[in-house]
């Protein structure tokens, strides 16, 4: 008894010791997603990217309550910066980080309120964290852990990472599909509701693949949609590689 009570134990133990943990089946799948979102072009060229971002914001009744348009432009080497720049009520706004300071311009008058320039930065952040999806993924700050098969959305299957970042560990998750590798969506998780933003189309005409057309929806706490909140189009991609 004893001898069968120890075997058993013993491949027990090889069992789960040969599984990969999540982190490590995580790390799997992003770096498949890698290979599947570079075409003739490698994300590691990259140093400055620009577009177009359109944004349409919907109340629970489907009514548009606002748009936007807004230009995003990233520079990645020789070290990061960013740049939100739109036009609101004929005034240009626009938002920099240049790499070591924030500055805010609002027509010829400059922003230099501490708090809002630190949320202008994390605004500019957040918006770089979505665009560059999945390659920014296997960056160590990250800690990462692999779900599974989930169904996201309605009838739609994805692979699920969990992803906490920032100094508060906020969490994310982002969705694969399993077939090609591709990210298909993200659900945030915010302080008052949760949102599930899927991506319905890409941009391939740069080399790599990036995001055409999004759709964000709230989602109650067992991921069924309640009502589209924005829908997103992104355009004029000018990808500069070294």
């Given at each position: 008894m004893n001898y069968r009570l120890s075997l058993i134990f013993s491949l027990s133990f090889l069992i789960f010791s040969c599984?990969?943990?999540p982190e490590k089946q995580?790390?799997?799948l992003i770096e498949r997603s890698i290979?599947?979102?570079q075409l003739s072009k490698n994300w590691e060229d990259v140093a400055a990217v620009k577009f177009k971002k359109m944004s349409r914001q919907m109340d629970e009744n489907g009514a548009v309550a606002s748009e936007s348009e807004q230009w995003v432009e990233f520079r990645l080497k020789p070290y990061f910066e960013g740049k939100l720049t739109w036009e609101k009520d004929s005034v240009i706004h626009v938002a920099n980080f240049n790499g070591s300071r924030m500055s805010y311009q609002m027509g010829e008058n400059p922003i230099q309120n501490e708090g809002f320039l630190k949320s202008?930065?994390?605004e500019i952040e957040t918006a770089f964290f979505a665009f560059a999806q999945p390659w920014n993924l296997s960056d160590e700050s990250f800690n990462l852990a692999y779900e599974g098969v989930k169904s996201?959305?309605?009838g739609?299957?994805?692979e699920s990472v969990q992803v906490a970042h920032g100094p508060n560990l906020d969490f994310s998750w982002i969705y694969f599909d399993p077939n090609s590798g591709r990210v298909v969506a993200n659900q945030i998780q915010a302080k008052d509701h949760k949102s599930l933003i899927e991506t319905v189309s890409y941009d391939e005409s740069s080399g790599i693949v990036l995001a055409k057309e999004q759709k964000n929806y709230r989602?109650?706490?067992?991921?069924?949609k309640l009502f589209l909140q924005a829908d997103y189009v992104y355009s004029d991609y000018q990808v500069t590689f070294e």
């Open positions: 599984t990969p943990s995580a790390q799997k290979d599947a979102h202008k930065r994390a996201v959305g309605e739609k299957i994805a989602i109650d706490d067992i991921g069924k």
